[in-house]
């Protein structure tokens, strides 16, 4: 037991930063400070601050609020405001109307007592956070950060379902019949891994529009030539095999034979292989968002958050970058590690161990 | 012999499958690309002429057709000026045969031209820039080859060390690092936090102008931290290619031989192990070619290097479709005759690979 805790040490800690970042994208709108939909409350005054950041703000009732969000439909896409933010240095309140500054101005501004929103002591001042500080609209970084956790989740499991979708078949089907049927699937193989897959993701999403969905589906599209390739040669291997001739002479179909004998022999390396491709997937998606074809704003992306603030380096604001840069970094490390470890797993050579 | 033409012949067909790929992706799924060339500016009858100009009124079957003439080293060309074929422009080398209605001749691959830059030819503006890429792969390479194979090999001597493990968890996180983001933090650190100790810019080419704009020089110190960066991902994959293929290598009856003669560890791993392990990192050439050449549109976009990687993103901004296909096609084309050498060259380093077949 301790052997194997030390073996897959680091596939451990791999499963359990995938996990965390697995929760904070199911409960993103439950744990970010702002869980406005798209954490998108921009305080163009308060662009760039610095991590730590606390201020005042009072919460002016908006002129028609909007429902209050059911609990579910707020976790899934963000609680609508009930308020709006306006961040200040100095309020008094005197006499049912309150008089006060916004931040970075000097003019002094008043608000009847009645159109704000107060908490539970009584207090119209509402502090706020912001642990991470805010990015170049003001909007609070960590809350960013903790949303776009969702897109590399959705993209890894779109991609790498399109590509069994489409690799798996192929490649059963190439690896067990051989002959045109193979050479056509290798031929497709060849000529799709010809062109590099940050090329054909940005040809695909040329003609199919910009936008997240389309990057998922391309992402998909290229994904597929690796599962197919791994299969076709496992299934080759397995082919030769005397529990798989001992079928083929019981009379069996090919369906049932493909189902039953070389399917689950398949499925190793096809998980290592969707591990890989997970990653694969995340890197490939913030690429696209670097360069501006991934999400369209207001969606967050950590791809998106490094593109909108690397000119802030020069200004000695790092942090900007270095936040959406770790996590992508982490995850994708975690994945990668994720799969190394099952790959040590199912190798025999290295059961022994 | 046979055998050779099987393959050559197989080449050019998936080399077809690119380029009509290509072709579909382009030039059948977007919109109306008179409308992309023209902006704003499109009343009814430009639109018309670019479409004639251009072909994009022909039915899909014919522009296609059109098209692989155009790509094709030997080809006919109309002498009417006015045709979608017209032989003016082409990059002719040698004309067959002349004919009143138009020429039979070989030419380099014509890749159109440009939508935006004033119908400049896609072949020159590809030109111009694809050297730089040349010399920036090329650097990258060599250093990731170095770097990679001394790694692999270190780390496969005593596996389960803290070194092997340590080099291990340091190359797979080179393969975890987005290229974008690598080339940030060096560019940062080392082109502007730390550059009065480095000495290094944080962007620029390889030809500069100098300071008074009146002669051109080769700024060899803007290489360096491109060529980095670049080298990084394929260093991380040649490293775990090198280890994994070494460790195998050791296990070999020959090398116990080795052992037994009483060799020092360097000359069994330097003479005995190691040109038996390259074989892997060779054969997956077009893998680690493959991730670094899209890593160079990030690193060449964020250095500010003038080629390829640099062209398509500007390309892709300005949506002058002509242009990406053409860096698209020259980049499949490299990769598709990457792999053919790839299969030569390991059937001659491993003489399995022949009695197979």
Redesign the interface.
């Known amino acids: 037991m301790k052997r194997i805790l030390q073996t897959y040490s680091?596939g451990i800690v791999a499963i359990g930063v995938i996990f965390t970042f697995a929760f904070m994208a199911v409960f993103a709108y439950g744990v970010s400070p702002d869980n406005s939909p798209y954490a998108n409350q921009m305080h163009i005054q308060l662009a760039t601050q610095p991590p730590g950041t606390q201020i005042s703000v009072l919460h002016k009732k908006l002129a028609s609020p909007s429902e209050k969000t059911g609990l579910l439909q707020g976790l899934q896409s963000g609680f609508s405001l009930e308020y709006e933010e306006i961040p200040v240095t100095i309020a008094e309140k005197d006499s049912g109307i309150i008089r006060y500054e916004v931040i970075g101005s000097t003019l002094s501004k008043s608000i009847s007592a009645n159109d704000v929103i107060y908490d539970k002591s009584g207090n119209y001042l509402h502090s706020r956070v912001f642990h991470l500080g805010t990015d170049r609209y003001g909007r609070d970084l960590l809350s960013r950060l903790i949303v776009a956790s969702r897109v590399s989740f959705v993209i890894g499991f779109i991609a790498v379902g399109i590509s069994l979708l489409i690799g798996l078949p192929l490649g059963l089907l190439a690896g067990f019949y051989g002959g045109w049927i193979d050479r056509i699937v290798m031929?497709?193989v060849?000529?799709?891994?010809?062109?590099?897959?940050?090329?054909l993701v940005?040809?695909?999403t040329?003609?199919?529009g910009k936008g997240i969905f389309q990057v998922f589906i391309a992402i998909g599209l290229t994904m597929w030539v690796e599962v197919a390739r791994i299969v076709r040669g496992q299934v080759k291997s397995l082919r030769e095999r005397p529990y798989v001739e001992v079928a083929k002479m019981m009379g069996f179909s090919s369906g049932k034979i493909i189902w039953g004998q070389i399917l689950p022999g398949v499925l190793h390396p096809v998980i290592v292989v969707s591990a890989a491709n997970f990653?694969t997937a995340i890197?490939l998606e913030?690429?696209l968002s670097?360069?501006g074809?991934g999400a369209q704003p207001p969606l967050p992306t950590w791809?998106g958050m490094?593109k909108d603030h690397?000119p802030y380096?020069?200004m000695g604001k790092?942090y900007l970058?270095l936040w959406p840069?770790l996590c992508?970094?982490l995850l994708?490390?975690s994945f990668?590690?994720l799969g190394?470890s099952m790959r040590d797993f199912t190798d025999p050579r290295k059961k022994s161990l | 012999m046979r055998k050779n033409l099987k393959n050559t012949t197989?080449t050019f067909?998936?080399l077809l499958?690119?380029v009509s790929?290509?072709f579909f992706?382009?030039t059948v799924?977007?919109g109306d690309p008179a409308r992309m060339m023209l902006d704003q500016r499109e009343d009814s009858e430009t639109l018309e002429a670019v479409r004639k100009k251009h072909g994009f009124n022909l039915p899909i079957y014919q522009q296609y057709l059109w098209f692989l003439n155009d790509l094709s080293p030997i080809g006919w060309h109309s002498s009417d000026p006015e045709h979608v074929s017209a032989h003016q422009n082409r990059p002719v080398l040698v004309v067959f045969y002349k004919a009143s209605s138009g020429h039979f001749l070989l030419k380099w691959p014509h890749l159109r031209e440009s939508f935006q830059q004033q119908g400049q030819r896609v072949n020159s503006i590809i030109g111009r820039v694809l050297p730089n890429t040349i010399i920036l792969a090329l650097a990258a390479m060599t250093l990731a080859l170095i770097l990679g194979i001394t790694l692999g090999v270190i780390s496969s001597i005593r596996p389960g060390s803290i070194l092997d493990h340590t080099i291990t968890?340091v190359s797979?996180?080179g393969?975890?690092?987005?290229?974008?983001?690598s080339a940030?933090?060096i560019a940062?650190l080392f082109g502007?936090l730390w550059s009065s100790y480095t000495g290094l810019p944080m962007n620029g080419t390889l030809v500069e102008w100098d300071d008074w704009g009146e002669s051109k020089r080769i700024a060899w110190e803007n290489l360096i931290l491109p060529a980095f960066t670049l080298g990084i991902r394929p260093l991380a994959v040649i490293t775990q290619l090198t280890r994994s293929s070494m460790l195998e290598v050791w296990q070999q009856d020959y090398m116990r031989t080795a052992r037994a003669k009483g060799l020092t560890l360097r000359q069994q791993a330097l003479r005995h192990a190691l040109p038996n392990a390259l074989n892997p990192v060779i054969t997956s050439a077009?893998g680690w070619l493959?991730s670094m050449?899209?890593g160079a549109?990030?690193v060449e976009?964020?250095f500010g290097w003038n080629g390829l990687g640099k062209l398509?993103?500007e390309a892709?901004d300005t949506l002058d479709?002509p242009v990406?296909m053409g860096?698209?096609l020259i980049?499949?084309t490299f990769?598709?005759f990457i792999?053919f050498a790839v299969d030569i060259i390991h059937a001659k380093l491993d003489p399995r690979i022949k009695e197979k077949q």
């Open positions: 680091l031929w497709l060849n000529v799709v891994w010809s062109i590099p897959g940050l090329l940005i040809a695909l040329l003609a199919l990653a890197l913030s690429g670097f360069l074809y791809g490094v690397w380096l020069l790092a970058v840069g992508i970094l994708v490390l990668m590690m190394n | 197989y067909s998936v499958g690119v790929l290509v992706l382009f799924l977007p968890l797979t996180l393969m975890s690092v987005p290229s974008f983001l940030i933090a940062y502007f077009s493959a050449l899209a549109v990030f976009y964020i398509i993103v892709l479709l990406v860096c698209v980049i499949a990769f598709v792999n």
